[in-house]
């Protein structure tokens, strides 16, 4: 029988480490469980939130609502050919699926290595780093309908995939909770090594023709030097979306700031590395209250111990208005605001 739990704390459920509390609580570890729950007429009225590892949220207050934790587990494979499908549930920890293809040389994923959260909220955010995004991976996924109790099967051309975007945030938020994901990889890597420091790294290992294994090992090096560990100290990783603004205006801010980091982004299109930005304004390890930004990424925002989330927002806000104000870019918040 499905449990319903009430006023339960969500402070060890969220990597930033926000308290705050959900006013009902259930966890899902099968599928019939979501048919069981939604049966309930009363589950479908309520606001819900759909949690997985928790670290793509900012909990801005208490919950006033149903908090749904995927936990739905296992990891399937078959292989075709050189082709790979793997299945995953959506309770299992993204880097620990990463993982698990690493380790039989199944390639695609060794860039998206170390990335926090669950593969269930892999589809949603679209998730990427390191010059590889989830679309380059996904296959399908299979999703519950609250307002039917039907499944469904989403393909990629379904999900509508963009920079941190899928269906699932725009037209279909809110209506369907993903309990499975596949994925497409390979035998035969088609190693990835231009974006950021992966190359430099690798040469300094002296590594001049990497396997996918050497790959995952450099990113998650990278990231570990970069990012803080969410046990330590609360973060939800990269606060902001690296933002995408046409070429035109890109020369006409590199007039100014010709040292301005970038990356192609497409036809007319130049992606600007958000840190770099952040870090220019003189947010780069900054300590304002019981918040600020991570002193090696100022891409990063962190709870150094007792942080509201509305402190948190705040400090947020007072970033997005000093690079608007210095380089008329507007940055965009990639984390959930819970509020």
């Known amino acids: 029988m499905l449990q319903i739990q009430e006023n339960v704390s969500l402070k060890n459920l969220n990597t930033f480490g926000i308290e705050a509390y959900a006013r009902y609580f259930a966890e899902i570890s099968r599928e019939d469980e979501l048919v069981e729950l939604f049966a309930d007429e009363q589950w479908k009225q309520l606001p819900r939130l759909i949690l997985g590892g928790g670290s793509n949220m900012l909990m801005v207050s208490d919950f006033d609502g149903l908090v749904i934790r995927m936990n739905i587990r296992g990891i399937e494979h078959h292989i075709n050919n050189d082709e790979v499908f793997v299945e995953a549930g959506a309770g299992e920890v993204w880097n620990d699926l990463v993982n698990f293809c690493v380790d039989r040389n199944f390639a695609g994923m060794e860039n998206l290595s170390l990335i926090p959260g669950s593969v269930g909220a892999s589809p949603i955010q679209n998730i990427g780093a390191y010059g590889v995004e989830l679309k380059d991976v996904f296959y399908k996924c299979h999703a519950f309908e609250i307002a039917t109790g039907a499944f469904k099967t989403f393909s990629k051309e379904d999900c509508r995939f963009g920079y941190r975007e899928s269906v699932f945030k725009s037209d279909l938020k809110g209506q369907y909770i993903i309990t499975l994901v596949k994925f497409k990889l390979s035998l035969n890597p088609n190693i990835n090594i231009t974006y950021g420091a992966i190359g430099q790294e690798l040469a300094a290992r002296g590594i001049t023709e990497p396997t996918i294994k ?47 980091v970038n990356y192609p982004a497409g036809e007319g299109f130049i992606k600007l590395a958000a840190g770099w930005l952040i870090e220019q304004c003189g947010w780069k390890g900054k300590v304002v209250g019981n918040t600020g930004t991570w002193k090696n990424q100022a891409l990063v925002l962190v709870n150094h111990g007792g942080a509201t989330g509305q402190e948190v927002y705040n400090f947020s806000s007072q970033i997005i208005d000093s690079v608007y104000q210095k380089f008329g870019v507007q940055l965009e918040r990639e984390v959930n605001i819970i509020a």
């Open 214 to 260: 050497d790959v995952s090992q450099v990113v998650s090096h990278i990231r570990v030097s970069k990012l803080p560990d969410p046990s330590t100290i609360g973060n939800a990783g990269s606060f902001f979306k690296n933002p995408v603004i046409p070429v035109d205006k890109f020369e006409l801010l590199k007039t100014n700031h010709p040292d301005a």
